[in-house]
């Protein structure tokens, strides 16, 4: 007899491995990978065979200054202000540009254009008019240490994997954030997301249990008593995954007047502070997704199907093994 579940063990008979921060994900061949915030130290953005097109960028950012001017404090307008320059940076082909964070209105906003492959990598950082060489040598070790990763492949030494490169690791790491997500060729309106985030300190309001009795005491107290009631769990409790102790939420949720039904499964592990290789992890299956709106059509897989979906991705997540530098 066939399995329940044979639509989507098909969809997983021939896999592909992802390299996201420091770990491997395996994901059905077919599916695809799209981006959200990645950060290493400060936010970095890719764009695709765009490295040739350096120069049109910083007329961009030249562009945009002509309007952020006026949100400059007094000293960024000063006979030493480095507002609206260009400076090499030191790496061949890299080019810093330095506009104002609109913000603060005392804060420079320096973008790192970086070269790598095809590709242009642009990373963002903070800066005040008087500390502003700090954040230069933070942005110039990026450039130094990233190189390009060609789609799935796995590298061997560390560093910190994010869309279409690599971070060598430097002497310590710093803020390290990936947000990943899965779309299904087969199962359009199911999306899987990951964030994983390295931090300081532990933050207890990231965990999953709070928010869980927020939203029972708001259901209730807005008059969807009945309808939360009808909230169906399939899985709920503490699970270890990995490195990870956490807590996991696994619903189907009853449609409520103009919003149908889907299904709502969340992991949340707070991870250890400081610890690159136990970061904050907080993953997510949505069904009935249609332009990032879950419940906006009729989901496409059973209780099963999403729960097998869940567990096949979730279980392959395991730290990349690298050859430790020379």
Not at 111 to 126: A, C, E, N, R
Not at 162 to 190: H, N, T, W, Y
Request: hydrophobic share 40%; net charge neutral.
């Amino acid at each position: 007899m066939a399995s329940s579940n044979q639509k989507v063990e098909n969809m997983f008979a021939t896999t592909q491995t992802i390299c996201a921060g420091r770990f491997l994900i395996d994901i059905p061949a077919l599916a695809t990978v799209v981006y959200g915030d990645l950060w290493g130290p400060y936010e970095i953005a890719r764009y695709p065979n765009e490295a040739a097109n350096i120069e049109a960028y910083l007329l961009r950012y030249a562009e945009k200054l002509k309007e952020d001017r006026t949100f400059a404090s007094k000293q960024f307008l000063g006979p030493h202000s480095m507002l609206g320059k260009v400076i090499n940076g030191a790496v061949s082909g890299q080019r810093l540009f330095f506009g104002v964070e609109r913000g603060s209105s005392i804060f420079y906003e320096i973008h790192s254009l970086m070269p790598v492959g095809p590709d242009l990598f642009v990373q963002t950082g903070p800066s005040s008019h008087k500390d502003y060489a700090s954040t230069v040598e933070i942005l110039n070790s990026t450039a130094r240490r990233i190189e390009p990763l060609h789609k799935n492949s796995v590298p061997t030494h560390p560093g910190f994997c994010i869309d279409g490169a690599l971070i060598k690791d430097d002497v310590e790491s710093d803020v390290e954030k990936i947000q990943m997500g899965v779309r299904l060729k087969e199962f359009p309106d199911v999306h899987f997301s990951i964030e994983m985030t390295r931090k300081d300190f532990r933050v207890e309001s990231d965990a999953i249990e709070p928010r869980l009795e927020q939203a029972r005491h708001r259901a209730f107290a807005m008059g969807w008593g009945a309808w939360y009631s009808r909230i169906k769990t399939l899985r709920k409790g503490s699970r270890t995954l990995g490195p990870w102790k956490g807590f996991e939420v696994l619903v189907h949720i009853p449609s409520r007047k103009e919003i149908g039904e889907s299904h709502d499964f969340n992991f949340v592990a707070l991870g250890v502070p400081k610890d690159p290789f136990v970061p904050t992890i907080d993953m997510k299956l949505d069904t009935g997704v249609r332009e990032n709106h879950p419940g906006a059509v009729k989901p496409s897989v059973t209780d099963q199907e999403a729960l097998y979906i869940w567990d096949r991705i979730t279980t392959s997540i395991r730290l990349r093994p690298v050859t430790q530098a020379k």
